[in-house]
């Protein structure tokens, strides 16, 4: 029996930092990973931390080959949608994701994190993240409605047990940069036709367009996922940190795919007012597999 890292579910924080690394030398690939599972939060019974390690799957599979699903693999290549739209792969070799009730833990774990890493790893990408408005994204709508519950979370996100990588997920990081003037412009049914659901309460939509967000992504179609989707930003320059865990790589880059118009033609409206910036896909280990690296 595998255990998955706890962080994946740990809902409720408010502040998060999403850590991403590239290995100096390729050769310490072993030493960094044994000093990455030893990474551990302070020890209280209050205010805790929480955190999700990853791996660029296919360091991974040179680290732990037997504990590799088949088939997974780095956001290497871009996704080329249409009318030229875009999404940038970005991957880095790992990802440390920490959560908690406040900036400052996070922000003292991160700076710890960084100092043991020194030498073997850079810090090539920090983002921080924070709720807004309790459950919503920045466009103003509820994000989260169609996530599992978090009895049914395991099953959406984790690998099988007696499967290669058991209790682990596979993890799309992307940072969406919100064109908020555009977005703001548009009339609320508007938005709404963009996002397939009201904007107050988040209903679906009966006749919602196929191009909308909720049709380009429909679970129903492409299988079930677990997101931990985050606000990020500064008044200026601000979006969504999209967190998606799933048991199989391919919902993902599906719906990514979807996304850009390259399933049946129709390109997701929402990403008329939003940019994707970066993203990586994590494998996600077992806290089993992980302990094993030390
Ligand atoms: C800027 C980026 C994004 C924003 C602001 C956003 C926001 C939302 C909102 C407001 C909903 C409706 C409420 C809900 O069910 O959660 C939704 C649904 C959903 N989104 Fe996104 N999303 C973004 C990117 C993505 C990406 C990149 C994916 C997949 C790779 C994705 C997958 C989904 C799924 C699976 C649903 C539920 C669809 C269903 O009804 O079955 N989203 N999103």
Known sequence: MYTPQAGIFALGTSSHAYLEFDVLDTKKRQEFASTIAAIREPRTTTGGVNFVIGFR??????????????GVEGFNNEVKGTEGFTMPATQHDAL????????????????????DLAGLATLSEETSSWPYRH???????????????????????????????????????????HKTSEWEALPV??????????????????????????????????????????????????????????????????????????????????????????GSYYFVPSVESLLRLR
Do not use: C
């Open 57 to 70: 799957p296919e360091l991974w599979r040179d680290l732990a080959p037997e504990d590799t699903p088949p």
């Open 96 to 115: 440390v994701w920490l959560s908690g009730s406040a900036y400052d833990v996070i922000f003292d774990m991160a700076r710890s994190v960084v100092h």
């Open 135 to 177: 459950d919503r994204d920045l466009t103003g709508f509820i994000d989260g409605s169609e996530n599992p519950t978090l009895l049914e979370a395991p099953s959406a996100a984790l690998l099988p047990e007696g499967f290669p990588g058991a209790a682990g997920s596979v993890l799309l990081l992307q940072k969406w940069k």
């Open 189 to 278: 049914p508007q938005q709404e036709r963009t996002m397939g659901r009201t904007k107050l309460d988040s209903i679906e939509l009966e006749d919602k367009p196929e191009d909308s967000h909720v049709a380009r992504t429909d679970q129903d179609e492409f299988g079930h996922i677990f997101r931990r989707n985050m606000p990020y930003g500064d008044v200026e320059d601000h979006g969504t940190v999209f967190v998606g865990f799933s048991a199989d790589q391919k919902r993902l880059s599906k719906m990514l795919d979807s996304m850009a118009g390259l399933v049946n033609g129709k390109r997701d409206a929402l990403t008329r007012f939003t940019q994707p910036l970066t």
